[in-house]
């Protein structure tokens, strides 16, 4: 047995969130979703957090463990041999202990119309468009985001602005626009070209140092800031967007 | 009660709900309603790995697939069904890659196709080894193109409205503010997966609970063939996180403690050289076979340990890093992480665990169910797809086909009837129902009432002494009489958590109920299956063998309430190809006629 600290806020009973303590059943292999689904099971069946897949494919179990975000399917309470604290994903509104509100996630991901858009020349629908392995290599990391949030749990930049598109929206946009069967890149740069689009980002890079799926949304961004140059060469000497970059 | 109005409500937002509500909008209409109890980006399709089957090459044939389909599943698959299925397989597959998904490649830019178990030629269109999860994105994105569709992200349905045996609409639980919603439809379509987590070792994520099985059958539609429960053989040993199949498409190979290959000693030998897997020979041989021949290697003492989990070993090593990291990342991923093991340099420790329901809401050929405009697809329905045994990438193609078809059926449906009535006064009385009953839950501080996680941690116990890969007649009466019990308890159960903002214990509580009244249905379908077929297997001694004679037969289950659920037979469509004998490895070469299966392979390899 150990101890960890969980951070609750249960908005019916008090506006003020607390760190509680529970002792939880350790072995090599305890994730901290094991762990929290033991409290949720056997000592507090009031707590409160996401999860299904608990093999770090269906994004829900992000928190912040000891001050990181972290999937808590993927993150194993050996790591932590002194004090753990588990706290709700930094940066998005907590609804209760560790669940938090996805919506401004889910609209930044949706507002970059991140679905392919055949151009007028595309080819006989009945048949599958060609991609070559080479074709496929340009976009194919930034295809395997599990929209789990952390990046935006580590931004400093979201923290500091929500209409911030930030790391995993503009990741996927980037990810149509690198996909040779795409003739979307238009459409989707008014969005990354505006003032919470790619110039934003100061290039911190902590999105992609947590990414659990080794994807690099930070890449994707510096990329998305040269095709914006290049799509906004006027406007790119603009004081707003200079503001913007703040670098 | 807020009421909110559309064509058609899709219930799921996994791959076969979006597939349908894009179905739905391309049909015709203005509203469609998406209702999911997560993001449908969390939905259980994110997790197959394998891939999805289709006839592609120019040496394979319809008829083959077909004859795979049929034969995999043990005569039980609706042989009219599956001849949709093949045929209308290929163009949803091509439909996915004009919507983006990232299908793997040749060379020449051409779609890749890989081996799978059961399957006599390389059919399979795969996403590396996340083709769930790139099938799934690809789903969600796309469905943001149609503005008809309107989602409820986070709302847990609780029941149908059904007026003069014709669905009109979904009563729904509103997980962050704990108020109720009716959803009124004139169609509704199930699409709600599977029922893995009524059992301890299962593949399956935590929100795989039977519930859209549940909602149906509560208002007198069949669950049929729920017996027919798949264990995939390669699961890790704990948590039984999936090891995928393609894993032994690509040539991994199966050993016991001695390093033996054992499958040969099972009907599915000879040993296939390493590096040359061959179609339907040992480690290639369907998922019911293997998890079996487990089972006998357990009892004979030759697996091994990894923890307290007795295991064999799944030998990737001689695929080498580089091919490992292009074709089967996750799966490196996923050992390293969970057990802790590089498969480039041992082998990882595996054993079968609960994958897949064959079973599920009965409908009709056209995805609709005894209740006019109440639709089903993908794993919670039972179109007839799988018969007694699932062949692997064939799930991920029927979500597509049918949910498809389940989206176009429904939306017609809802276009071409009268609406329904007024229906207030049944709208406020279900709103009542259900108010009195969650009120009923909450009431706390009473002695002597049960907890959910006490009946579930007893249900899932149940379930793996009773109604495992093997089962006898007193086993499976223990066990029926255990869930009976369990439901009774149920019926006072109570919450530990009064609250309305994001109550996961009502929501987990809700999903047991549905979870034990399923479990009824299964437990006592393989009770009355006296035989041996497929994935269901029974020790008795008159019950070894494939029993044609009594049970070429659908089990159809129905609810009663409080009462025992009642079973009755209904006969199998087998216009196409007669029974014959399912062989795998040699003894499926050389065999011609209907009743072979596998008749030349290995030739393709």
């Given at each position: 047995m150990r101890s960890i600290q969980v951070l609750r806020y249960l908005p019916e009973e008090s506006p003020q969130p607390f760190l509680q303590s529970f002792q939880v059943p350790v072995t090599d292999s305890t994730s901290v979703l094991d762990a929290l689904n033991y409290i949720k099971e056997s000592l507090d069946p009031t707590l409160s957090f996401r999860w299904s897949c608990r093999m770090a494919i269906c994004g829900s179990c992000g928190v912040m463990v000891n001050g990181i975000p972290k999937l808590g399917c993927k993150d194993f309470l050996r790591n932590y041999p002194n004090d753990l604290i588990i706290e709700p994903l930094a940066h998005l509104p907590v609804e209760r202990d560790l669940v938090v509100n996805m919506d401004s996630f889910l609209r930044h991901l949706e507002a970059v119309k991140p679905y392919l858009i055949e151009g007028k020349n595309a080819a006989d629908s009945s048949q599958p468009n060609r991609q070559t392995p080479a074709q496929m290599a340009r976009y194919q990391q930034f295809a395997n985001c599990i929209n789990c949030g952390l990046c935006y749990a580590a931004c400093p930049q979201f923290g500091l602005n929500p209409e911030f598109t930030g790391p995993a929206a503009i990741a996927l946009a980037h990810r149509y626009n690198l996909d040779s069967r795409d003739s979307g890149k238009a459409q989707r740069m008014a969005p990354l070209n505006s003032k919470n689009g790619v110039w934003s980002c100061t290039f911190v890079g902590f999105c992609s140092e947590v990414c659990p799926k080794g994807v690099d949304p930070a890449a994707a961004v510096n990329q998305g800031k040269v095709e914006s140059a290049k799509s906004m060469l006027i406007q790119l000497f603009s004081g707003r967007a200079i503001g913007g970059a703040g670098q | 009660m807020q009421v909110h109005t559309f064509d058609v409500v899709v219930v799921g937002g996994g791959g076969a709900g979006l597939r349908a509500a894009i179905a739905a909008a391309e049909t015709g209409g203005n509203a469609v309603g998406l209702v999911s109890k997560v993001y449908p980006m969390r939905s259980h399709t994110v997790a197959a790995e394998g891939g999805a089957a289709a006839v592609t090459r120019g040496d394979d044939s319809l008829q083959s697939h077909f004859d795979d389909t049929v034969a995999g599943g043990d005569w039980l698959a609706e042989q009219g069904v599956v001849d949709y299925f093949v045929r209308h397989a290929h163009a949803e597959l091509v439909q996915m890659e004009r919507w983006g998904c990232p299908w793997s490649r040749q060379a020449s830019g051409d779609v890749q196709?890989?081996?799978?178990?059961?399957?006599?030629?390389?059919?399979?269109?795969?996403?590396a080894d996340k083709t769930g999860f790139h099938m799934l994105h690809t789903l969600y994105q796309t469905s943001l193109k149609y503005p008809q569709i309107q989602r409820f992200d986070e709302y847990f349905v609780l029941d149908l409205l059904v007026e003069d045996n014709q669905a009109c609409g979904v009563i729904a639980l509103e997980i962050s503010s704990g108020e109720l919603h009716l959803l009124r439809a004139k169609s509704v379509i199930m699409a709600t997966g599977g029922a893995g987590r009524l059992f301890r070792f299962n593949t399956n994520g935590g929100i795989v609970t039977g519930d859209g099985m549940a909602i149906a059958y509560r208002r007198g539609v069949a669950l049929r063939d729920m017996e027919f429960v798949q264990y995939h053989p390669t699961g890790l040993p704990g948590s039984g996180i999936l090891i995928t199949e393609a894993s032994r498409g690509e040539g991994g190979v199966l050993t016991n403690k001695d390093g033996y290959r054992y499958l040969q000693d099972y009907g599915l030998g000879p040993e296939t050289p390493l590096g040359e897997p061959q179609n339907k020979y040992m480690e290639l041989g369907p998922r019911d076979k293997l998890s079996q021949a487990f089972w006998h290697e357990q009892q004979a003492g030759r697996t091994g340990k990894h923890g307290d989990s007795d295991v064999v070993y799944l030998d990737l090593r001689h695929l080498g890093e580089a091919y490992l990291q292009e074709r089967l990342p996750f799966i490196c991923e996923l050992a390293k992480a969970y057990v802790n093991v590089d498969p480039a340099k041992s082998p990882i420790p595996i054993r079968p665990a609960v994958h897949y329901t064959m079973g599920g809401i009965e409908t009709n050929a056209d995805c609709e169910t005894s209740i006019r405009g109440l639709f089903a697809a993908g794993e919670c329905a039972s179109?007839?797809?799988?018969?007694?045994?699932r062949l692997g990438s064939n799930s991920l193609t029927e979500l597509l086909v049918f949910g498809h078809l389940a989206g176009k059926k429904a939306m017609q449906r809802a276009l071409g009837d009268s609406p329904c009535k007024d229906g207030a006064e049944s709208i406020r009385q279900l709103g009542s129902q259900w108010q009195e009953r969650l009120e009923s839950m909450m009431r706390g501080g009473e002695p002597g009432r049960p907890r959910w996680p006490e009946l579930?941690?007893?249900?899932?116990?149940?379930?793996?002494?009773?109604?495992?890969?093997?089962?006898?007649?007193?086993g499976l009466t223990q066990a029926l009489q255990s869930i009976r019990g369990l439901r009774e308890r149920y019926e006072r159960v109570q919450l530990g958590d009064q609250s309305q903002i994001y109550n996961t214990d009502l929501l987990h509580c809700l999903e047991l109920g549905c979870s034990l009244d399923v479990a009824e249905a299964t437990c006592l379908a393989a009770l009355q299956r006296r035989e041996s077929r497929g994935a269901h297997q029974r020790l008795d001694d008159s019950c070894q063998q494939r029993n044609d004679q009594q049970y070429l037969k659908h089990s159809q289950v129905f609810y009663q309430g409080a009462a025992p659920a009642r079973l009755e037979w209904q006969d199998v469509d087998t216009h196409l190809s007669a029974?014959?004998?399912?062989?795998?490895?040699?003894?499926?070469?050389?065999?011609?006629?209907?009743?072979?299966?596998?008749?030349?392979?290995?030739?393709?390899?």
């Open positions: - | 196709v890989r081996r799978f178990g059961g399957m006599k030629t390389e059919r399979t269109w795969f996403a179109v007839g797809l799988h018969g007694a045994n579930k941690a007893e249900l899932l116990k149940v379930m793996e002494e009773g109604c495992g890969i093997y089962r006898d007649e007193a029974p014959g004998e399912r062989h795998y490895g040699s003894k499926g070469s050389g065999l011609k006629g209907s009743g072979a299966e596998g008749s030349d392979g290995g030739q393709h390899a």
